[in-house]
């Protein structure tokens, strides 16, 4: 089992939708969680840190839930250049990633 | 965006050549790592530095080595580079421990093929 486990989608939504990914951890000693954004060929870019309360950064909120190991990314109102691949990621010791979900935005 | 390169960008080369990949930051960061992504796997670490000649390994090191001798500048070596090293290589830079919620800058990466 990965450490940490993304549905890779692909998300094809409509402009204006909202959409949400969720991904699982395995690793109860996890500490801290962020979620990355990755444009095609380029480098991840770090969208948010999750915060054990949930934190909401315009129309991305991001959620925590401790107990059932699980981490979600919500998008509201979807532009087209919200089309990227999302990277979950668990830091313990170290950073480790998910593979990434994948949402294409259409007109 | 912070202030790191890679070189060589792209790289084609063959199997049982040594490869050296550098990354340069002018963040003066102390943290470094090197990544290589590949399709299904995600982004995984090979190696990572706390400093000057401080290094230690990741969960994908076999193959690898590194080095650090100046703050700004990361060396990943491929001493004998296999087909299955064939990957896009990311270096990353932090101020401190992530566990911080330090962000990682990441570089733009590093595309190799070992044919």
């Known amino acids: 089992r990965k450490e940490v486990e993304q549905d890779p989608g692909p998300f094809n939504v409509p402009e204006g939708a909202t959409v949400a990914f969720n991904c699982t951890y395995s690793?109860?000693?996890?500490?801290?969680f962020f979620w990355y954004r990755q444009d095609c060929r380029k480098e991840p870019k770090l969208l948010m840190s999750?915060?054990?309360s949930g934190n909401e950064d315009g129309r991305f909120t991001a959620q925590l839930n401790r107990a059932s190991q699980y981490i979600s990314l919500l998008i509201r109102d979807s532009k087209l250049s919200d089309s990227a691949t999302y990277l979950c990621?668990?830091?313990?010791?170290?950073?480790?990633f998910g593979q990434g979900t994948i949402l294409t935005v259409h007109p | 965006d912070a202030g790191i390169t890679q070189s060589p960008r792209h790289k084609v080369t063959e199997t049982g050549t040594p490869v050296t990949l550098r990354c340069h930051q002018t963040e003066n960061h102390r943290y470094m790592y090197w990544y290589r992504q590949d399709p299904g796997h995600g982004l995984r670490l090979i190696h990572y530095?706390?400093?000057?000649?401080?290094?230690d390994k990741g969960e994908v090191s076999d193959g690898y080595s590194v080095s650090r001798s100046k703050t700004e500048d990361f060396l990943l070596t491929l001493e004998s580079a296999t087909s299955s090293q064939t990957s896009v290589y990311f270096c990353?830079?932090?101020?401190?421990?992530?566990?911080?919620?330090?962000?990682?800058?990441f570089g733009p990466g590093t595309r190799l093929t070992v044919l």
């Open positions: 690793n109860s000693a996890s500490q801290s």
């Open positions: 990353a830079i932090s101020e401190s421990s992530p566990s911080s919620y330090n962000e990682q800058f």
């Open positions: 999750v915060y054990s």
């Open positions: 530095s706390y400093g000057v000649k401080d290094t």
């Open positions: 990621v668990a830091y313990s010791v170290k950073l480790t």
